[in-house]
């Protein structure tokens, strides 16, 4: 008699339509706004004649449409995949540690990313000699190293390898490695500028080269995250109840910090440490909606993409033509809208 | 990290200096003058020579006014010790070489400075006193290390990042007259006048005002007509497409990648050579770059980060480069 | 009657202590085995081990085979288990939360069938949670949490039910309906029940069987009437237990001695 009913918490379509529209007006927001002022109608012919066979007259200058299509645009997708990796893997890395305050970098990724790209400035200054260019290949390199430091860190200690010892030698590994981090940017003041503007986080210079670097990763890792969703909600229950549950919850730790980290590196790795979108788009989304990681996740790969994208188009307009790191954006802008969903909701947060 | 400065007021009293230079030039000013009077726009007069024996300094002890206090030295120093790229750039140029024991490790100009693992960033006082100094050169005190130094009997000037260009000179001035070379070092600041101008003279009147746009890194940091770079690229008439993305006024803003392609500057103006690779090639390949008027007409301008980030003799050279671009730009610009 | 599960010579040590040893007792299918004994008796620590979550010597047997043969997904087919305190996460639907039972049947990228969403509604309507399901699971009382962790045993549809303390935070009337509660269950769906239970009434009350430790080791296993008696009660708890006959049913309790009540 109750085969028909529906369970209770499902994706409902109009969270999906409503979070899609969301991200959807933050992108033409983000394609239409910028410091150089393009008219609509000749941005939408511009891409229109982007259709084979189709030919309009636009008033764009060649200039014009390099700022478009080379500049704005790849800084716009970018965006996206930054926010949406971001979110995901911090709703990701919540759920595996069934911790509010966990973020992608939680477990080292960000020191270890910050540590690779501070040894790449100060050590291998960019020349087109390198066959590929070795920041992001060292900030990518760092956060990966970061984590599994952590991870061999937490699991050779003798008594309970639980999510707990886990959390505590990433708190030790990104300690370590900021400690070595900022003795190499403070040994080499040249640099110091540029390690630090890395750290804060900028799409300034992002082109499609770097869109094209990322997605791979990107794409494979949320998919990973979004297929695995369900088991998040079961860690819910903890480690023992997960068990006899029938799964094994460190293999499926395991896996979403591989997953969450793998996309969270890639994407440091051409933007720079941007904080704050993995904690409060994750919180933000269950607060509007539902606790449940199969809500969660779908949700934050929406939302955290149309965020990251508004908080560009504030980094790179509000003192135009300068630019405010994106990452003082995300806090600034994301601090005082967090605090309101926070007041405002009906408090489920775990 | 760029520290303000209070203005230096310069060199007071006691210097003996240039009264009894052999050629009696009316030009050059009396020591006992402040440094501020110096003549900066000499282009009318001939140029002075650099080089004065040092029989004409030497009137010690002098008392120096500088950004951190009197300093009061009391025999011409012989062990001196640089913690300042740019303060040893003046100290060799001005003659003072010699007096010269060990320089930071960031001091890489003249080739002949006695290069030591001290640090300019995190400079130590036991480190420095162990050279037993009896000058000691600071660009940069991040803690106490003036005090540090003075409160064992060793003299310290701080000179900090210059602001303007006048400060500058006046950093000079005071670093001959601490070391017994004021003669060469107001010298040192009429030559670097007289050359920079002259550059500038050359250049034709811009029918179509100029723009340059100065890169500091590959984030697209810049520097305004507010500070040190920009004062000294002033006079060459071009503007500069930064000033507009300063609204706080800090001088150092990160600017807008389209913002930069729309304003399409003259000149691009590289000072991120050698830190972080910057070359004409590696702006072509940035998107949208591609077409930018600089980059088609091949007018990027490989700067010396190191001449670039100092404040010393060596600015002349880089004007002399900003110059020599402008002036290869000259036909198709007319 | 075969034999549903067997601990065999289990021994535990956490460290230089040695808390389980080698303890040997098993439960026939469709009974009921009750643990009881002192605090710190090693109830919990034995029943941990079905779980997989103490390491162990000897074995424990699910249907004749050692449980870690099996894959984690097959013994959670086979085994159900509720620990003292369960984690209700604050933010999950009672429905998300019975649903979780279905765990074992889905492929590990699987989403639930039909079949599953109806088995979840079944249980919520045996466990009368069917007005609870969108409830947040956090904010049930404690008999509302109870049947919310038996209905996701019922989803579970697990032959063996390993429950530990399941009754402990309830009051007289509460614990003694989800007592009821479960032995229906465990007729109606002829499932087995292990339970780790404080309350010797209780346990002499419902349970088939009881085995009674105390320091880790058994010392007694039988049937209620055989285990609970007042000389053995006497030694691993206080002299002064008394074991009572009330209308058939037997009550036991511990009386105050002459030498406290003369205090007052």
Known sequence: ?350 | MFRRLIPLVAVVAMVGAACGSGDSDDSRPPATQTTTSVPRTTSTEPQEPTTTTEAVDGGFPVAIDAPNGMVRIESKPERVVSISPTSTEVLFAIGAGEQVIAVDSMSNFPTNAPVTDLSAFTPSVEAIASFEPDLVFLSFDPGDIVAGLEAIGIPVILHGTALSVDDAYAQWEQTGAATGHFAEAVGLVADTVVNMETEFDSLPEQEVAMSYYYELDPTLYSVTSATFIGELLGPSGMMNIADAGDPDGSGYPQLNAEYIIASDPTLILLADTKCCGASGETVAERPGWDTLTAVVDDSVVELDDDIASRWGPRIAELVMDVVEAMLELEPSNA | MTVALEFRDIGVAFGPHQVLHDVSVEVDAGGWLGIVGPNGAGKSTLLRTVAGAVPYDGSVLVEGLPIDSRSQRERAKLVAYVPQRPLFPAGMAVFDYVLLGRTPYLGPLAAESRDDISDVWEALEALHLVEFAARDVATLSGGETQRASFARVLAQKAPIVVLDEATASLDVAAQHEVLELIDRLRKEMGITVVSAIHDLTAAAQFCGRVALMDGGRIVGSGQPGEVLTEELLGTVFEPSIRVIDVDGSTVIVSLRTEETLSDQ
């Open chain 1, 1 to 350: 008699m109750n085969a028909g009913r529906p369970s209770t918490t499902r994706l409902h379509w109009y969270w999906v339509v409503g979070a899609t529209l969301v991200l959807i007006v933050a992108v033409i927001a983000g394609v239409m706004v910028g410091p150089i002022a393009l008219s609509p109608v000749d941005i939408m012919a511009s891409i229109i004649n982007r259709v084979p066979f189709v030919s309009l007259d636009t008033e764009l200058s060649v200039r014009d449409e390099a700022i478009l299509w080379e500049i704005r645009m790849p800084r716009v997708i970018l965006g996206v995949l930054v926010g949406s990796m971001l979110s995901a893997a911090g709703a990701s890395y919540q759920g595996v540690f069934r911790n509010p305050l966990a973020d992608p970098y939680l477990l080292g990724a960000g020191a270890g990313a910050g540590l690779g790209a501070t040894i790449a400035i100060v050590y291998a200054p960019a020349t087109s000699s390198w066959i590929v260019d070795p920041l992001p290949l060292a900030a990518f390199v760092g956060a990966i190293g970061g984590v599994a430091l952590a991870y061999v860190l937490g699991y050779t200690v003798r008594s309970g390898r639980t999510a707990v010892t886990l959390i505590l030698a990433g708190v030790a590994v990104a300690s370590f490695l900021t400690a070595l981090q900022t003795f190499l940017q403070q040994r080499d003041s040249d640099t110091l500028r540029e390690v630090y503007g890395w750290i804060l986080g900028s799409l300034n210079t992002a082109g499609w080269g770097d869109v094209a670097l990322i997605a791979p990763y990107v794409a494979v890792c949320l998919s990973v995250v979004f297929i695995g969703r369900r088991l998040l909600d079961i860690l819910a229950v903890g480690d023992t109840e997960a068990g006899t549950l029938g799964v094994r919850p460190g293999r499926v730790r395991l896996i979403f910090v591989i997953f969450a980290t793998l996309g969270t590196a890639a994407v440091v790795s051409v933007s720079g440490l941007i904080g704050f979108v993995g904690i409060i788009v994750p919180h933000t989304v269950r607060l509007l909606t539902s606790a449940s990681y199969r809500v969660v996740i779908p949700l934050s790969i929406l939302v955290g993409g149309a965020f990251l994208v508004v908080a560009d188009i504030i980094a790179r307009v509000a003192i135009s033509p300068g630019e405010i790191p994106i990452g003082v954006v995300t806090a600034l802008i994301g601090a005082p809208f967090f605090a309101v969903v926070l007041r405002t909701s009906k408090g489920v947060v775990s």
